[in-house]
């Protein structure tokens, strides 16, 4: 069976991209762990499904399979997506299982565009996360300990569950050390993307992402966000600030409680994919 696709990036996260009529039949699940491994597949962060009716829709996949609620840099990319496939107009209303969300333009081609990313959600219950003290309603400078060393978690849900990690410096073999001890931590039953943030001023922050069912990323969009909503409550960085990933830099802004997102994105490939039932 050979499927169209479309595959993107945003600042180094990467997306394959199908419409649902192509798939509508396959288990999104399992063909998403075969699409994104990047040994037996095309490879990605990520696989996004376009459902149009009765409106538009980002259906969202970890490169594990597992349904997440939404990406930042993928509704980037999928703005970029159906702008190139006809859509008319200078912003769109996606829905997402984060609630709907509106992506507009910044310039003709959908290459760059500024999304409203909803307001940021502090409650445990809807983080969510289990804390042990009954009278706990947020985990903030939560102190835990691991690898022997003390530990402040940040957690909130901002399009999706993430907790942010102070750190002095950008290092990978922490992040890689400490970014799976936190995801699969107790307190976060649906586990949680994790975020490592060095606050080098107000206006400009560093931060490596260890993303649940993916790992180390190049980039990651809500996390960038949870960042500056996290740095903005510490007193870190102002309502606006540029956040630098690997892949490359968004700007957040804050406006009251509700948070904004501006970045690029750029198409990668078009084709067809020859899906083998079963898998690889």
Partial sequence: MELRFSKYQGIGNDFIIFEESEVVDLDFSLLAQNVCNRKFGIGADGMIICRREPNIEMVFYNADGSRAPMCGNGIRCFGHYLKQSGLDGQEVDIKTLAGNLTLEYRNADGSSSRVYMGNPKWD?????????????????????????????????????????????????????????????????????????????????????TWERGVGITLACGTGACAAVVVGDVLSKNGKKAEVKSKGGTLL???????????????????GLYTYIKGGY
Wanted: with cysteine; glycine share 4%.
């Fill in 124 to 208: 445990v219950k809807e983080i969510p996360a289990k804390v042990a003290k009954s009278d706990m309603d947020k985990i903030l400078r939560f102190k835990q300990i691991l690898f022997d060393e003390d530990i402040e978690l940040n957690s909130l849900y901002m399009g999706t569950t993430h907790t942010i990690v102070e750190v002095s410096q950008i290092d990978e073999s922490y992040a890689s050390q400490f970014g799976p001890a936190i995801e699969n931590l107790d307190i976060y039953p649906e586990k949680t993307n994790v975020n490592f943030v060095n606050w080098v001023d107000e206006e400009h922050l560093e931060i490596l």
């Fill in 252 to 270: 957040i802004e804050i406006d009251g409680k509700e948070v904004y997102m501006t970045g690029p994105s750029q198409k990668i490939c078009s």
